[in-house]
Nanobody
Framework: QVQLVESGGGLVQAGGSLRLSCAASGRTFSSYAMGWFRQAPGKEREFVAAISWSGGGTYYAESVKGRFTISRDNAKNTVYLQMNSLKPEDTAVYYC???????????????????WGQGNQVTVSS
């Protein structure tokens, strides 16, 4: 079992930056692909960004491409989401997730992930 604990959310003005962190328990973090999803009130959970288990590949939703960067530090069992040029429409609860299946591609669908964090609120004011 893997536990994921997110931190770093909060309130920021439009145009500002935040960095989310997701710390994972266990000794197999380096074999998991990691992803970030978000869910705004009244909307479905949507994909934001993901990084392969090797760290060699990343993938972003079109809405965040060029503004958000996902990275991982396997020595710290942590994945990050650097969010720049934030917009009010980025307001949501952000979730990190882990995929244990070491698949060839980068998982971008919620059903491909096995473990989820508790969620972290990000609010961007206009």
């Amino acid at each position: 079992q893997v536990q994921l604990v997110e931190s770093g959310g909060g309130l920021v003005q439009a145009g500002g930056s935040l960095r989310l962190s997701c710390a994972a328990s266990g000794r197999t973090f380096s074999s998991y692909a990691m992803g970030w999803f978000r869910q705004a009130p009244g909307k479905e959970r949507e994909f934001v960004a993901a990084i392969s288990w090797s760290g060699g590949g990343t993938y972003y939703a079109e809405s965040v491409k060029g503004r958000f960067t996902i990275s991982r530090d396997n020595a710290k069992n942590t994945v990050y989401l650097q969010m720049n040029s934030l917009k009010p429409e980025d307001t949501a609860v952000y979730y990190c997730a882990a995929d244990r299946d070491r698949r060839a591609g980068i998982p971008i669908v919620t059903t491909q992930y096995d473990y989820w964090g508790q969620g972290n609120q990000v609010t961007v004011s206009s």
